[in-house]
């Protein structure tokens, strides 16, 4: 064999060898990932609602309004609670103050945030101790993320696991594990994550980053050795077959 042909045989056995590590290395990472079934962004959310059975006389806002804290949410009149009153029967001055001489409230928002959900609109009757709508809160949005795992890729998820959440437009933020449920289905962990994340959690509860947007969530699992991923695709072919 000429020196030619022998450099041409060693840089054939080292391409090959390149190669081979290439995929070893996305084959692990493949491994080392898991995407999840279904993910949505969620946000806190505060129900508003009246201690006194009544009318609802006038809304204030509607579904997709920005409110503060203060801002008034509805006007409830309640004969019982003007009733209440008068019979002294109210013993909290404040509420009392507030309510006009036929029996109307107003309801003020707790926290700063977002309409979600008008239950009982202008008109309507709400009952006592009922809800009459529901305030996303601002600076309060998660995801929660379902992923169908193998007993041995649960294994490899804990409380800070890095989450990589893509959303609509295609942009992508950080985020980490910060809870995770899990019950078994079909012989798999169904496992529901809460991910917090910096870059969604100091956002107002509006447009894009609000409760119900769907996101893609990509789940970095522990990093057990560079060829772990390798040696666990061996083990499952190897069980396959019945050896």
């Known amino acids: ?25 996305v084959f692990n990472q493949r491994q080392h990932r898991a995407l999840s079934t279904s993910a949505t962004i969620v946000a806190q959310n505060y129900p508003v609602g009246t201690d006194y059975g009544g009318i609802v006389t006038r809304q204030y806002v ?3 309004d920005d409110v503060a804290v203060g801002d008034p949410l509805f006007d409830v009149r309640s004969l019982q609670l003007q009733r209440d009153i008068a019979s002294g029967q109210v013993a909290d001055p404040v509420l ?3 309510v006009a001489g036929d029996g109307t409230s107003t309801i003020v928002a707790t926290v700063d945030g977002t309409v979600r959900e008008v239950a009982v609109p202008q008109g309507g009757f709400a009952q006592a101790g009922s809800v009459l709508a529901t305030v ?29 959440l893509l959303l609509p437009n295609q942009s992508v933020l950080g985020g980490d594990v ?3 449920d899990v019950e078994t289905a079909e012989g798999q962990a169904l496992s529901t994550l809460r991910i917090t994340s910096a870059d969604l959690s100091q956002r107002a509860a509006t447009g894009l980053f609000q409760a119900g947007t769907p996101v893609q969530a990509t789940l970095q699992l ?13 083990r499952d072919l190897l069980q396959k077959v019945g050896l």
Not at 12 to 23: E, Q, S
Not at 222 to 234: I, K, S
Request: glycine letters at 10%; aromatic letters at 6%; hydrophobic letters at 50%.
């Open 1 to 25: 064999m000429t020196w030619f042909n022998r450099l041409k045989l060693a840089g054939g056995i080292l391409l090959v060898v390149v190669i081979v590590m290439a995929c070893t290395v």
């Open 62 to 64: 509607e579904v997709g």
């Open 96 to 98: 009392a103050a507030s």
């Open 136 to 164: 996303d809160q601002d600076a309060s949005l998660f995801v929660e993320a379902e992923f169908l795992l193998s007993a041995r890729d649960y294994a490899r998820i804990t409380e800070g696991s890095h989450v990589e």
């Open 178 to 180: 910060a809870g995770i």
């Open 222 to 234: 522990r990093d057990d050795g560079p060829l772990a991923g390798v040696g666990d695709a061996l």
